[in-house]
């Protein structure tokens, strides 16, 4: 299927180090690209975008990076927080269909150490 | 501003039944789509809507149906629910529902089926 893996990638950080996600992506046409953030419970919530023309982009403590060479995406969180405990999904849009239609990931749990 | 808003939060049925799920966008957002979520997976695409029509469907049989009303409320439907339906069932909206654009999630209605 489209959205594979069955086993969630764990990530353990100490309080106050940087945290990086790494995701590989599956379709080389896709030209959007987006970081959500899925807290216990709840719905993914946005964190930061980047479209195909740009290799990096910067937010509020977080930077994505797109290698569209080996189809690779990170999201960097710097001075990670208690609150940035989650479940991280890298996720494209599906490019063959004007439908908002959008692909994700498996996803990464961050969680962080006192 | 109120978010997306879903209900039921959470429900539960046996197999062979029927299940209305219902969901009201943001204020001025044309667009709704509806991802299932797994657990420990990452959400997949079921249903995009756009002013009233059907913009896009992702691999789900045809037990699976949906509409959007005239206030871009939408529903999605399931007949005959099977075991393996038990999920998240999360709602999306978005202004103008091109797949570039941020999708706002609800938090969902969590499905059981026995």
């Known amino acids: 299927g489209e959205s594979v893996g069955l086993h969630l990638p764990t990530l353990s950080v100490q309080e106050g180090d940087n945290s990086i996600i790494n995701c590989a992506y599956s379709n080389s046409a896709s030209d959007y690209f987006i970081w959500y953030k899925q807290e216990s419970g709840k719905g993914p919530q946005f964190i930061i975008d980047i479209r195909s023309n740009m290799d990096k982009r910067q937010g509020q403590r977080v930077t994505v990076l797109l290698n569209k060479t080996v189809k690779h995406l990170s999201l960097q969180i710097a001075a990670t927080q208690p609150g940035d405990s989650a479940v991280y999904f890298c996720?494209?849009?599906?490019?063959?269909?004007?439908?908002?239609?959008?692909?994700f990931g498996s996803g990464t749990r961050l969680s962080i150490r006192p | 501003d109120a978010g997306v808003t879903q209900s039921p939060t959470h429900l539960i049925k046996t197999r062979g039944q029927h299940v209305t799920l219902r969901c009201s966008p943001i204020s001025g957002h044309k667009s709704v789509s509806w991802y299932q979520q797994v657990l420990g997976q990452g959400p997949q695409f079921i249903f995009q809507?756009?002013?009233?029509?059907?913009?896009g469907r992702g691999n789900f049989p045809d037990r699976f149906s949906a509409r959007q009303f005239p206030n871009y409320s939408s529903e999605l439907n399931v007949n005959a629910l099977l075991l393996g339906d038990s999920a998240l069932y999360l709602c999306?909206?978005?202004?103008?529902?091109?797949?570039?654009?941020?999708?706002?999630f609800g938090e969902g209605s969590r499905l059981t089926v026995l």
């Open positions: 809507y756009y002013e009233k029509e059907e913009r």
């Open positions: 996720a494209e849009n599906f490019p063959y269909s004007s439908a908002s239609k959008i692909i």
């Open positions: 999306a909206s978005s202004r103008d529902g091109r797949n570039t654009g941020e999708l706002f």
